[in-house]
């Protein structure tokens, strides 16, 4: 989708095609605001699949673009770009590996990582075992959720900005509008029929992911438990 289609729907529905109650900036600042916040709540709206060669130690991050982890797959042997696939890589909670081991003891010659641990509460950073004991020695193959280079700072026109496209998937479309009108109707704090209006967008903005939810898989890293059957 095109910048035009999010911010001709947003002008038109706040009723601003003219770009009198707002400046053209400030809704290219609103549409960068609404797709981090879109990124922050569904990490799965854009999504880059990356081979990362790994710190020394336990602790690690994510690449420096990215906001939050979703999953790791696989070593990657060889290299770049003759890579192949090496062994799965499984995650697993962290307090199991801190009763049942001391991983964090760095060992010297790790060639590949048998598990991660991940929090949601700490997003860019993961941690695994065993650790290699040099940096860019162990590469693995993960997905993340990235940033947008924001629009509100470039420096082309704002015609030209209008025809450049958001890499977002057009299903999340309705949502960065929704947001948007959002944080239209909350710049006037004045009035409270618009403050009452920008709290039903910001509600159905949510809704609207909820709903999207329902028909798609969390794709934040958890573990995944299995019945054992007697």
Same mark, same amino acid.
């Given at each position: 989708? +095109?910048?035009?289609?999010?911010?001709? =729907?947003?002008?038109?529905?706040?009723?601003?095609?003219?770009?009198?109650?707002?400046?053209?900036?400030?809704?290219?600042?609103?549409?960068?605001?609404?797709?981090?916040?879109?990124?922050?709540?569904?990490?799965?709206?854009?999504?880059?699949?990356?081979?990362? %060669?790994?710190?020394?130690?336990?602790?690690? !991050?994510?690449?420096?673009?990215?906001?939050? +982890?979703?999953?790791?797959?696989?070593?990657?042997?060889?290299?770049?770009?003759? #890579?192949?696939?090496?062994?799965?890589?499984?995650?697993?909670?962290?307090?199991?590996?801190?009763?049942? /081991?001391? #991983?964090?003891?760095?060992?010297?010659?790790?060639?590949?990582?048998?598990?991660?641990?991940?929090?949601?509460? =700490?997003?860019?950073?993961? #941690?695994?075992? @065993? @650790? @290699?004991? *040099?940096?860019?020695?162990?590469?693995?193959? *993960?997905?993340?959720?990235?940033?947008?280079?924001?629009?509100?700072? *470039?420096? !082309?026109?704002?015609?030209?900005?209008?025809?450049?496209?958001?890499?977002?998937?057009?299903?999340?479309? /309705?949502?960065?509008?929704?947001? *948007?009108?959002?944080?239209?109707?909350?710049?006037?704090?004045?009035?409270?029929?618009?403050?009452?209006?920008?709290?039903?967008?910001?509600? /159905?903005?949510? $809704? =609207?992911? %909820?709903?999207?939810? $329902?028909?798609?898989?969390?794709?934040? @890293?958890?573990?995944?438990?299995?019945?054992?059957?007697?």
């Amino acid at each position: 989708m +095109l910048v035009r289609d999010i911010i001709e =729907s947003a002008t038109l529905r706040y009723n601003d095609t003219s770009y009198i109650r707002l400046t053209q900036s400030q809704y290219l600042k609103f549409l960068d605001d609404a797709i981090l916040k879109l990124i922050l709540v569904r990490p799965d709206a854009n999504v880059k699949t990356a081979i990362v %060669g790994l710190a020394a130690g336990t602790r690690q !991050e994510i690449p420096a673009d990215g906001y939050s +982890l979703i999953d790791i797959y696989m070593n990657k042997d060889g290299v770049s770009p003759n #890579w192949t696939n090496g062994a799965p890589i499984l995650q697993v909670e962290r307090k199991d590996l801190d009763y049942f /081991s001391n #991983w964090h003891v760095t060992g010297s010659t790790v060639t590949d990582i048998d598990e991660f641990a991940y929090d949601a509460r =700490s997003p860019r950073t993961f #941690w695994v075992s @065993p @650790p @290699p004991a *040099m940096a860019d020695t162990v590469y693995v193959e *993960m997905d993340y959720s990235f940033g947008v280079p924001p629009f509100s700072r *470039m420096a !082309e026109t704002f015609d030209d900005i209008l025809d450049m496209e958001v890499p977002i998937e057009d299903i999340f479309r /309705s949502a960065l509008v929704l947001y *948007m009108l959002y944080l239209c109707f909350s710049t006037d704090s004045s009035a409270m029929n618009d403050m009452t209006i920008a709290a039903q967008y910001e509600q /159905s903005f949510y $809704q =609207s992911l %909820g709903i999207e939810y $329902q028909a798609s898989l969390l794709v934040q @890293p958890k573990i995944e438990v299995t019945e054992v059957r007697q």
